[in-house]
């Protein structure tokens, strides 16, 4: 399918109406829903406990199945095959990580952010401050990949070239997401993340089932035509090494990628944050095992949304279209269905990435709220719920306001790729300090410390001075960078994910902190976290103050 039948075959107005629609749905939604919530911290940022395992697990793959998964991943696979697919394999091998070493300990020991689990036993101030500056910067590298998704896939659909245009989409986009959270917070929140999977999953089951019949469901005739759409490198779709090369240092950049997807799940603040909207330790273990299979079904349809969109589509109509890489499964939409099916795949992409920042949003300005201004600039005075609240509130304005600037700034990049870099802030700032709150006796305040603030700063470090950010040449002649800054280059860091030496680094820093530090451990504090996390016995359900 050409370029041009691709973009024009697009019916903005129908993209936009089919996209307006399920706003105006789902804010109806967030409204009704928040009218029977009641007042106070506890409903703000957990729903007051009130959703069900399956509840929580398909809104937690509402959460997870971000624009990384549907619109990134696809397009990684359409143009790097094998390699594109590991993306899926990581994201998904994370959850094993997650239900095995944290989701039930987390929901036993916490009340309603990370910094409770990790300040549990240790000095509250310092440790809920460095608890709430980890959550912030993960969930600001999330949003540059969602903010960067809605830029791509209107200049797709809309077939907007012009970055100041995509820019205006982008701030509509964060205004949006601002409004669900301002209305609905938890509660409205969780019931947007819901329909979103519902819609997702299925919108992605059609079209995997459509190109499976057109292929006679004959997975191998999928691939041989993929190889035949891409040419001299066709081939290439079909082995590891077309997006990594067999080098060394671009060996060890997959290896940095691969650490980071399987260990930062476990540390995402707004996944983690989840696992307290459900009353019991035994919710949360629910929450955890739908999650797992409705994730991996959906993985499962993003190796033939892949591969379809290379055999269908064409690698080089997709590396064409408005959005790039981004734009694999809409261009799959529309060759398939038309100007009807694109519309109604664009609105799920738009609704998955208005899910998913409206979830970060939450659990950022909750960690904000919560953590550093009940806890640490208001220490020892009684702060009202409603205070709380109205604090996290104006934090997600601000929050909003902060996405909307960052995702400008990473629009045309691959997704799936930012993702993977706040994946690796998560595993190098919270997946430390997390697991030795939970499993080391003698794990001190020093430790958490050295080890959120140390892998914080490192990975963020790595990152800004690695070729991400500048230093990567135009893919054409006369073209613009992939790195995120254009027409500079002030990198030394060789690879573009850092997790490999950032994650290491803050276990590493962890240990040191408490074999160095000073702190007295609690004894009778560690006794009781240990019984809290492994029984549920003492854990409550999250109420306000």
Not at 438 to 459: D, E, H, P, V
């Amino acid at each position: 399918m050409a370029q041009s039948s691709a973009v024009a075959g697009s019916n903005p107005v129908l993209n936009i109406t089919v996209f307006g629609i399920f706003v105006v749905f789902t804010l109806g939604v967030v409204i009704y829903v928040s009218r029977r919530a009641t007042s106070g911290a506890s409903d703000f940022y957990t729903a007051g406990g009130g959703f069900s395992g399956p509840q929580n697990g398909i809104a937690i793959s509402g959460d997870y199945l971000s624009a990384a998964s549907f619109l990134g991943i696809a397009g990684a696979i359409a143009l790097n095959g094998y390699d594109g697919f590991l993306y899926s394999i990581g994201f998904l091998v994370a959850w094993l990580v997650a239900l095995l070493l944290v989701a039930e300990l987390l929901r036993n020991t916490g009340k309603f952010t990370m910094g409770d689990v990790l300040a549990f036993r240790m000095r509250q101030r310092p440790v809920r401050a460095a608890a709430a500056s980890s959550t912030l910067a993960v969930s600001f590298f999330y949003l540059l990949a969602q903010m960067a998704g809605a830029g791509g896939l209107v200049a797709l659909l809309l077939d907007i070239q012009d970055r100041t245009q995509q820019s205006i989409v982008i701030a509509i986009v964060g205004a949006i997401m601002v409004a669900y959270v301002l209305i609905g917070g938890m509660r409205g929140t969780t019931w947007v993340q819901i329909i979103k999977a519902f819609l997702l999953i299925v919108g992605a089951a059609v079209i995997t089932l459509w190109v499976l019949v057109l292929y006679g469901f004959n997975f191998s005739a999928i691939l041989a035509e993929a190889v035949a759409r891409g040419g001299e490198a066709g081939q290439a779709l079909l082995a590891p090494g077309k997006q990594y090369g067999t080098s060394g240092l671009t060996r060890i950049d997959f290896l940095s990628l691969a650490l980071a997807l399987v260990l930062g799940t476990a540390g995402l603040p707004h996944i983690l944050m989840r696992f307290y909207t459900v009353p019991t330790a035994k919710e949360a273990r629910r929450s955890v095992v739908w999650a797992i299979w409705l994730i991996g079904l959906f993985y499962l349809f993003t190796l033939v949304l892949g591969y379809g969109a290379a055999a269908i589509v064409g690698p080089e109509t997709i590396r064409a279209a408005p959005g790039g890489a981004n734009s694999a499964a809409p261009l799959l939409a529309a060759a398939l269905g038309g100007p009807v099916l694109l519309g109604i795949i664009a609105a799920v992409a738009f609704a998955t990435i208005l899910a998913v920042v409206a979830g970060l949003t939450i659990t950022a300005s909750a960690s904000f709220a919560h953590d550093i201004y009940a806890n640490v600039i208001k220490s020892g005075q009684e702060v009202s719920g409603d205070q709380e609240v109205k604090v996290a509130r104006t934090t997600a304005v601000v929050i909003g306001l902060v996405a909307i600037v960052g995702g400008i700034l990473a629009n045309g990049q691959n997704i799936a790729f930012l993702v993977a870099l706040a994946f690796a802030v998560a595993a190098s700032a919270n997946l430390p300090t997390i697991l030795y709150s939970l499993f080391w006796k003698r794990f001190n305040t020093t430790g958490a410390l050295w080890s959120i603030y140390g892998g914080l700063s490192i990975c963020i470090l790595l990152i800004v001075f690695s070729p991400v950010v500048s230093g990567k040449p135009p893919t054409t002649p006369g073209g613009r960078s992939p790195s995120m800054i254009d027409g500079v280059d002030f990198s030394w860091f060789p690879l573009d994910n850092p997790g490999i030496v950032s994650i290491p680094l803050s276990f590493l820093l962890g240990y040191l902190g408490t074999v160095l530090g000073k702190d007295k451990v609690d004894a009778n504090k560690v006794a009781e976290m240990e019984v809290r996390s492994l029984t549920g016995v003492g854990a409550e359900k999250a109420s306000a103050h």
